[in-house]
């Protein structure tokens, strides 16, 4: 299976600031159509998973601009350009690419 | 707008079984196949299977194949998982989420609001 690795694993954050999230995996998640399969999901406290991000840095619709998603083959970032307080929760990344797709650990996001 | 509504939380004795339903709205449930993943208090996102709604083909995670059987009544647009042999560790929150009709990149686009399964003696 895929291994998908992120840090950290806690990210202390001042409302106002930007905040950065690393998500590695173990093999390419470059698909041989060309695209790559890479998820970012956000939970907060008592919610579902919902999606923010596909394909690396596509935007779901009704996700804030100041997230923003990059990245290529195995290493890959979520950053928030100016954290708010709705932004509180954890983060898991996915890959999508190898079936049936693997998450990472999740990186709680909370105000320092 | 595409909604995913689960069945309420469930009590269940060790070595019993739960059936946890997973209603779809708002597209066409035959287009797409079903992801079942679960949170166990505290823990990240585990993936436990799939299944088509275009096909019905099934895949299982090692860790329940066995006693994990998922099923799909497409007339009324639901997904059915039903979990037995529960043990202490399966307590968790069950979610289905939306994926493709077949093996290929995970969605995940939509997801129900989870069902808390709670095994308890």
């Known amino acids: 299976d895929v291994v998908v690795t992120q840090s950290p694993l806690s990210l202390p954050v001042t409302l106002g600031q930007p905040a950065s999230i690393s998500c590695r995996s173990s093999?390419?998640?470059?698909?041989?159509?060309?695209?790559?399969?890479l998820s970012w999901f956000q939970q907060r406290p008592g919610q579902s998973p919902r999606r923010l991000i596909y394909?690396?840095?596509n935007r779901d619709s009704g996700v804030p601009d100041r997230f923003s998603g990059s990245g290529s083959g195995t290493d890959f970032t979520l950053k928030i350009s100016r954290v708010e307080a709705e932004d509180i929760g954890v983060y898991y990344c996915?890959?999508?690419?190898?079936?049936?797709?693997?998450f990472g650990q999740g990186t709680k996001v909370e105000i320092k | 707008q595409v909604q995913l509504l689960q069945s309420g939380a469930e009590v269940k004795r060790p070595g019993a079984s739960v059936e946890v339903s997973c209603k779809v709205s708002?597209?066409?449930?035959?287009?797409?196949?079903i992801t079942w993943v679960r949170q166990a208090p505290g823990q990240g996102l585990e993936w436990l299977g799939w299944?088509?709604?275009?096909?019905?083909?099934?895949y299982y995670a090692p860790k329940v194949q066995g006693r994990l059987t998922m099923t799909t009544h497409t007339s009324a647009s639901t997904a059915y998982m039903e979990l037995t042999s529960l043990t202490f560790d399966d307590t968790a929150i069950y979610y289905c989420?939306?994926?493709?009709?077949?093996?290929?990149?995970?969605?995940?686009?939509?997801w129900g609001q989870g069902t808390l399964v709670t095994v308890s003696s």
């Open positions: 394909k690396v840095s």
């Open positions: 299944i088509s709604a275009y096909n019905g083909n099934t």
């Open positions: 996915m890959q999508a690419t190898h079936w049936p797709g693997t």
């Open positions: 093999q390419s998640l470059e698909f041989s159509d060309g695209n790559t399969y």
């Open positions: 708002g597209y066409n449930f035959k287009n797409y196949g």
């Open positions: 989420a939306r994926d493709p009709p077949v093996v290929a990149a995970a969605l995940r686009d939509h």
